[in-house]
């Protein structure tokens, strides 16, 4: 099961900090990450990362966004920075097994991908 938060209003420039639970079976080879959605859009892959601490980043994202998980607590994150309107969107965090963090982001976005969870809104204004 993997549940998000930490979503919300913004203006462009502010920051979030997106957390994602994550409780159920676990695998030795796993692989984590973000992708996003806007209504009538298509879904895309926003961040991924793997159990050896690969991550893989979108283009428009890089050097703003941070992924990272806390193997302790089970919990993934997203740190945003320098927020703008192109980031507003249906945010879900998405966990799946045996792909390294390239191979995930590929995928992230597909129905097959593994689980899912709700999602937290953030809109930036």
């Known amino acids: 099961q993997l549940v998000e938060s930490g979503g919300g209003s913004v203006q462009a420039g502010g920051s979030l900090r997106l957390s994602c639970a994550a409780s159920?079976?676990?695998?030795?080879?796993?692989?984590m990450g973000w992708f996003r959605q806007i209504s009538g859009k298509k879904r895309e892959a926003v961040a991924t990362i793997d159990s050896n601490g690969r991550t893989v980043y979108k283009n428009s994202v890089k050097g703003r966004f941070t992924i990272s998980f806390d193997n302790a607590e089970k919990i993934l994150y997203l740190e945003m920075n320098n927020l703008n309107g192109e980031d507003t969107a249906l945010y879900r965090c998405a966990s799946s097994w045996g792909m390294t963090a390239m191979a995930a982001f590929d995928r992230i976005a597909q129905d097959d991908f593994g689980y899912w969870g709700d999602g937290t809104q953030v809109t930036v204004s």
């Open positions: 159920g079976r676990t695998y030795s080879k796993w692989c």
